[in-house]
């Protein structure tokens, strides 16, 4: 087996080696607005549940050098964003607002994504996501280069023809993960194994 000292290595190399092998990786799709009222939109696969008790979420926010993106920047000033679940039917788009805008500018306006409004917060969500949660920034960490964002779920919605007695339906769902480089995947064959009691 190969070993590697990640302190010998560059960020690159860790960086490789952390997404190649930390798979599939849920997609948070993140809409913020700035104090200006521009609403921004973008992905992020470092993502995941915190708690459901009460009901919180995280979502890692990579620092470009010494400059918090606009995300993070949105959330630390106006304490709250939506986090929509990527699926197939929104992966295409979503995926535009990756492109780098200035913070003046929304990348939902490269998308053909429909904004609407949001029942507690006032950031508003996207209309195309089967599923969305409305947060408010729990806490915020400021890891070397990070931005950690824990949000407090304060509203869920979700589609009615992904959701069955309580449950939702995965195969309605089809949500899509992200791999390494340009390489996403979709839910594959599901399997069941009881847990031991």
Request: contains cysteine; hydrophobic residues 40%; negative net charge.
């Amino acid at each position: 087996m190969l070993s590697f000292d990640p302190y010998q290595q560059t960020e690159r190399e860790n960086y490789k080696l952390l997404v190649g092998t930390i798979i599939p990786r849920p997609i948070a799709f993140v809409t913020s607005k700035s104090e200006d009222g521009i609403v921004n939109a973008a992905p992020f696969s470092y993502f995941n549940i915190v708690s459901s008790n009460p009901p919180m979420l995280s979502v890692s926010v990579q620092r470009k050098g010494d400059d918090k993106k606009d995300t993070a920047r949105n959330v630390l000033a106006g304490k709250e964003f939506v986090v929509h679940i990527v699926d197939e039917e929104n992966v295409f788009e979503v995926n535009e607002t990756a492109a780098s805008l200035p913070p003046n500018e929304s990348e939902i306006d490269v998308t053909k994504l429909t904004l609407v409004d949001s029942e507690e917060i006032d950031v508003p969500a996207v209309e195309q996501s089967k599923v969305r949660f409305e947060c408010v920034l729990h806490q915020a960490i400021d890891l070397p280069n990070t931005d950690l964002l824990i949000g407090r779920i304060v509203r869920i919605h979700v589609d009615e023809a992904i959701y069955e007695n309580g449950r939702i339906n995965a195969d309605a769902l089809k949500p899509v993960s992200r791999l390494a480089g340009t390489n996403y995947a979709k839910l594959g064959e599901m399997f069941s194994l009881k847990r031991p009691d």
